[in-house]
């Protein structure tokens, strides 16, 4: 499955599993350009890492995921510095909960642009590329919640559904060009985000990590363990290549059985 001579713009990809797909991205031969809410230092000295461990060209962009213009510099760097955008990974993603009545509306608009819009502006501007080129790779970072609902999460489980929505139409449009875009929808992943919630459930309720673990994540999925980034970056990795050169308009969950129920 080697991505030697592809680049892949991956969003939201300093940390979590944005930086585990581009993790594995770059074992498979690609060129990176990064992104994140970091500072620039951090951001280059980030891809400075990337490219001595994996050998590859890198760069980092602090697009803000909120303005298309942006985006769209980001995308043509991309081009013009790494040679081309032939994976695009939207993996760019905020939270806030709050029940629906009370849910502020600055926060469901920032959720929208973020988790939904980013993601069109991102394929608007890295299509026509792969169009010409006619191979591209999309990859949409969706959610269980793009499948299913939970209460307090009107904003993300509407722009993570509308991201499965996004994604069968920009399959459908260019099934027959050589590109497909597919969704990955994780459960209860394991990010330093959530390990610190780990650790303040085991604290309240005088639990070891392990126990904190699996009273976190049993109500919802089945397996009572949490999916690794490293399993989404793996799963990112297959969609890029050839091998998934069939699967196209997909909503895919890696949720230790929580849709299954």
């Excluded at 991205?25 to 280059?44: F, T, Y």
């Excluded at 926060?107 to 006619?134: R, T």
């Excluded at 999460?153 to 920009?170: N, P």
């Amino acid at each position: 499955m080697s991505l030697a001579g592809k680049t892949a713009v991956v969003t939201g990809s300093t940390s979590g599993i944005g930086l585990a797909v581009a993790r594995a991205l770059a074992a498979d031969g690609a060129k990176l350009m990064i992104n994140g809410l970091v500072s620039r230092q951090e951001g280059d000295a980030l891809a400075s890492e990337l490219a001595q461990e994996f050998g590859v060209q890198t760069r980092f962009s602090p697009a803000d995921m909120s303005d298309p213009d942006q985006i769209q510099a980001m995308v043509e760097e991309a081009i013009r510095e790494l040679g081309g955008v032939d994976v695009l990974v939207n993996n760019a993603g905020i939270q806030h909960t709050a029940a629906t009545e009370d849910f502020p509306r600055a926060k469901w608009d920032a959720i929208i642009g973020i988790n939904l819009s980013s993601a069109f502006h991102a394929i608007q501007a890295a299509l026509p590329h792969m169009q010409k080129q006619g191979w591209g790779r999309i990859i949409n970072t969706g959610s269980v919640h793009a499948l299913v609902a939970s209460v307090n999460k009107a904003a993300y489980v509407a722009a993570k559904h509308g991201i499965v929505g996004l994604t069968k139409v920009v399959a459908l449009e260019n099934a027959d060009r050589g590109i497909t875009c597919n969704a990955i929808c994780p459960g209860w992943v394991l990010t330093p985000l959530i390990e610190q919630q780990i650790k303040d459930l085991g604290a309240r309720e005088n639990l070891s990590i392990d126990e904190a673990k699996v009273e976190l994540v049993r109500h919802k999925q089945p397996s009572k363990t949490f999916v690794q980034p490293e399993q989404i970056g793996a799963l990112a990795s297959f969609l890029a290549s050839d091998a998934a050169s069939a699967m196209t308009g997909t909503a895919l969950p890696v949720d230790g059985g929580w849709t299954a129920q």
